[in-house]
Structure formats: structure tokens, C-alpha cells
């Protein structure tokens, strides 16, 4: 006799800075495709290059698509928005209010300060126009049974500090960016929970204990997406790292904004838990 089907879930990189396959473009941005037996999600839509180009190579059928999540209104997250839309059309496309705010990054460039626009590139009625029907959120908010979404995450921990080179207009004035709209995407399966994490600017273990809080769980099986550990100092990052191992994690599958230096940290302590999250990058997990 036949077993019973096993209900999967498979989770893949759509958008990253680096190709980690033989195919797909690498752009500076994040995306994931989130395939389940109650419909395909899309978290992040890069920032328009290579999103249609990937779904292609990658066979994911962006027409498919339920729902689309963005983590917040950075153009390397929302920037592909439009893309997706002309083939999908209308679609609920969830997120927090501030997504649509202006935003900017001050750099240091050869000892001049530059200034670069890297909010949302396109207006609210331009992609509704296109499809986009804007559900919006503030708090944890479940989705559909077992897909949620973290809304605002309280900032505890003493040593993620806000990106000083970030900033934002409020109330008619530019000031440092405290990204009220950085959101993660939890999904509940049986082997624990996974998390997927846009730029993780509230700080990754702030994120980390407002879903163990949210959800009463606190065993995760992966933890997917940026983390912008790479804009940390050392010891901001050691203390990450610290609180990382002191936690429930059975595989950690960063990408994008972690950069580098902290990916390597986070092998070392890792091992084989640890895994770059490339451009089509796959996580299958039994739900
Ligand atoms: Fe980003
Ligand atoms: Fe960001």
C-alpha cells in the first residue's frame, strides 16, 4: 500500500547578490520563492533585474503567486515589484505602512559625502495600477494557518544598533531610519520553525526573540535571508553570534546584506549547519 503523501514545502532564492548555480544573474537585492501545498509566495522581489529573468531559468511560475510579502521599502527589496506585477497582475501584495516612505544613504565616497535615494522607486498608485492591492500590517499577523508575518519587532538587545548611514523622512523631515516596516516572514513546519528575513534592520536577535515570543516556539529550523551583520563592528557581531549559538537553530542560510566576513564567522561556528543562500539555492522541508 501506498504511503501517505508527505506534504513539502520548498523554499528558493530568487534574488541574491551572488549565483551560487551554473544559472540566474546576481544582483544586489533579495528574493525568495516560497512554494506550499496552500499556494506559492513570493518575500522580497529584488530590485528589478533579475527577478522574471531567475523565475524563468529557475521554473518559477510567477503567475502562480497568492500572496507577496516585502520586508521593508528598501529598493533592493521592493524594486522588482513592477516586474512581477505585469505578469501577475492582481495580487495581495502585503506590507508595513512605511514602506512607502522616502529614504536615503548617506556614504562616504573618497572623503565626500554622497547622497543616494534607495527607498521604494515607485509610487503606491503606480503599482496598483499595475495589480499591487496593499494589505497592511503593523503587528504579528498570521496569514494563513502557519504563514505569518512579524509586523514591528521591538528593539531589546543592547548592542544592534540602528545603521547610522540610514535615514528617512517622517513627519517632513529627514532623520536616522528606525524602520517601523522591517517585517520577516515565519513558516511552521514540522521540523521547526523557518525564518525568513529581508535586511533583518531591526537587528537579527531582536527579530529572533519577538517570533519566539509571538509564536511560544523557539526551535527554528532554518533561518533564511539577510542579516545585515555585514554593517556591524566586530564585536557587535560577536555578540550576534553569541546569541545565536545560545539559541535553538538547526541550519542558518544567510544571504545578501551579511556579507562576507560575517558569512565566514557564521561557518566557523556553524559548520555544517551553515549555508551560503546563492541564487537558486533550494531548502525543501516537510510542513
Ligand atoms: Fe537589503
Ligand atoms: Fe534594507
Known sequence: ?????????????????TVGKLIGFGEHGFSAFIETEGGNFLFDT??????VANSLTLNK??????????????YDHSGGLPEVLKIKGQVDVHVHPHV??????????NGEEKKRYVGIPYKRGYLETLGANFILNHTFFEIEKGVYLTGEVPRK???????????????????????????????DTK???VLILGCAHSGMINILHHVIHKTGKDKFHAILGGTHLDFLTQEQLEESIKALKSMKIEKIGVSHCTGMRAAFRLHQEFGDRFFYGSVGNVLEIER
Request: glycine content about 8%.
Open 157 to 187: 538587545t543592547s548592542f544592534e544598533k540602528p545603521d547610522q548611514r540610514l535615514f528617512a523622512e517622517m513627519d517632513g523631515k529627514m532623520s536616522q531610519d528606525i524602520f517601523l516596516d522591517d517585517q520577516s516572514l515565519i513558516l
Open 61 to 74: 511560475d510567477l503567475r502562480s503567486l497568492k500572496k507577496i510579502f516585502l520586508s521593508h521599502g528598501h
Open 1 to 17: 500500500m501506498m504511503g501517505k503523501k508527505k506534504r513539502m514545502m520548498k523554499i528558493t532564492i530568487l534574488c541574491e547578490n
Open 191 to 193: 521540523k521547526g520553525l
Open 46 to 51: 529584488g530590485s528589478g533585474h533579475s527577478v
Open 100 to 109: 512607502f516612505l522616502d529614504r536615503i544613504a548617506v556614504q562616504k565616497e
